[in-house]
């Protein structure tokens, strides 16, 4: 049985970045004869023993995945993935221990990159397996990105300017030190005497001493911005501040800054790439958003009040080099004035547009969605079923593991508690879905009659 046709399962963790990239690969998968299985990351991998043996598309392989890829492995899917994280990565070596790892990759077929600087860092990890194909095909979340596919977002821009009128997008990234829960953060809070506070989630893979170092440069940066916000408003009172929390940190110190003020909003709702068509102007310190905004043609500033050589250069160059840099308060109002004024306008240059091209694979020719299929399609490997005693074996470790995660979710110090979960999939109906799809499919040209039937909850089969 060929490879070729098998259903594509595509996990989504967090929705409002995640989804919509997600369901036009699935819009072109099904055109070329692939079924695919989407929805809730989370769903997926407790209900993956009554999925049919299928492709099954990962965004991660760190030792995180270990446990996971094994059922999976087990179950007689195949594993293909890229990685989330590649596009702004830490330094090679602490990436590599962060987000690579010999034993997961051992279980993968194949590796879809950003761009040739993805497949470079790759080739330099020592243990990168040989066998397993790389392909630079650009990430669907960058297709989302190109003119021919904005117009699906247009009509939530619309709504976005009537609702905030002219306003500056803010972009936080503090994700290391304000995250959702605190045994997300860099470091957890020290508890009984200890001398140092331990490793929290977002520290896994780093040194201690690059670790303290992000830790005190977000501390810096993080005070920065809080105060950035209010004074915003004050300088620029015939516009709105809307502040977007990163997906993983916690809005409630937004909040509490936004109830202080007339004109700030805090909101995490929909994707990103709405907003940026919206604003004025965008603000942020190393974010992805500053790539987005640069490959889009919208004003960016990287605000740097605070410095730090080995983390600016080493790990947020690329999204400080997309954008106008401000290096202080009154610096940044002026850059924002001459954007508002007209005076200037989004960052640009051939060495600006190389750097991109380099990072981001298909950002012209043909979509990164149709390369990552033309790369299935190319794929002659066999799905073999797996002998009877791996299945009942991975069933088992499925039933397991479903058990252990529904206790520990409320176990005092989960880092995933319920309320989590459904902070990065609040859900979607059928209608929506198929509305979403038909969308793309305007957008593409694509008259190809899709079914969408709900298998589980939050769980969708898109076929033909």
């Not at 997008?169 to 994700?175: E, G, K, R, S, W």
């Not at 929290?200 to 005190?216: I, P, T």
């Not at 079914?451 to 589980?456: C, F, G, L, Q, T």
Request: glycine share 6%.
């Amino acid at each position: 049985m060929k490879l070729d046709k098998r259903p594509l399962i595509i996990p989504v963790e967090n929705q409002v970045r995640e989804l919509d990239p997600k369901l036009l690969l699935a819009c072109v998968a099904a055109r070329r004869g692939f079924p695919s299985i989407i929805g809730s990351h989370r769903t997926i991998d407790l209900r993956i023993a009554s999925l049919p043996r299928s492709l099954y598309l990962c965004k991660s392989f760190t030792v995180m995945n270990l446990k996971m890829f094994r059922i999976i492995h087990r179950l007689g899917h195949q594993i293909l993935s890229w990685d989330e994280e590649a596009l702004i990565h830490l330094p090679p070596d602490m990436y590599f221990s962060r987000r690579l790892s010999p034993l997961t990759l051992k279980y993968v077929s194949q590796l879809f990159a950003w761009g040739s600087d993805n497949i470079d860092l790759w080739r330099r990890y020592p243990e990168m397996p040989p066998r397993i194909p790389i392909h630079a095909t650009g990430n669907p979340r960058g297709d989302m990105l190109r003119p021919e596919l904005r117009p699906f977002y247009e009509k939530e821009a619309k709504e976005l300017r009537n609702r905030y009128g002219d306003f500056i997008l803010i972009n936080t990234n503090f994700n290391h030190v304000n995250a959702f829960y605190p045994a997300q953060n860099l470091f957890r809070p020290a508890v009984n005497g200890q001398k140092k506070p331990p490793f929290g989630k977002a520290a896994r893979g780093m040194s201690v001493e690059f670790a303290e170092r992000l830790h005190q440069h977000k501390l810096a940066l993080f005070g920065y911005f809080k105060e950035l916000i209010p004074a915003l408003e004050r300088a620029f009172p015939g516009i709105d501040i809307v502040v977007r929390p990163h997906p993983t940190e916690n809005p409630a110190l937004y909040q509490r800054i936004a109830a202080g003020c007339e004109r700030v909003q805090v909101t995490n709702e929909g994707n990103v790439v709405p907003w940026l068509m919206a604003t004025r102007a965008l603000v942020h310190n190393g974010c992805t958003t500053g790539v987005e905004a640069f490959a889009m043609g919208i004003p960016a500033i990287s605000y740097r009040p605070s410095r730090d050589r080995v983390i600016d250069e080493g790990f947020y160059h690329l999204a400080h080099k997309l954008s106008h840099q401000c290096f202080d308060l009154e610096a940044l109002k002026q850059q924002l004035r001459d954007i508002l004024d007209g005076r200037l306008g989004a960052a640009t240059g051939s060495e600006r547009r190389f750097l991109l091209k380099q990072y981001m694979a298909a950002q012209d020719g043909p979509l990164a969605c149709e390369r990552i299929v033309d790369a299935l399609e190319g794929f002659s490997g066999e799905m073999v079923k797996p002998p009877s005693s791996s299945l009942a074996a991975g069933h088992l470790l499925s039933r397991g593991r479903r058990v252990v995660k529904w206790a520990k979710q409320y176990l005092p110090g989960s880092h995933a508690p319920p309320r989590f979960h459904r902070h990065r999939f609040p859900g979607i109906t059928v209608t929506d879905l198929r509305e979403r799809l038909n969308r793309l499919q305007q957008l593409l040209g694509d008259e190809t009659k899709l079914k969408v039937e709900k298998i589980h909850d939050q769980v969708f089969r898109i076929s033909v």
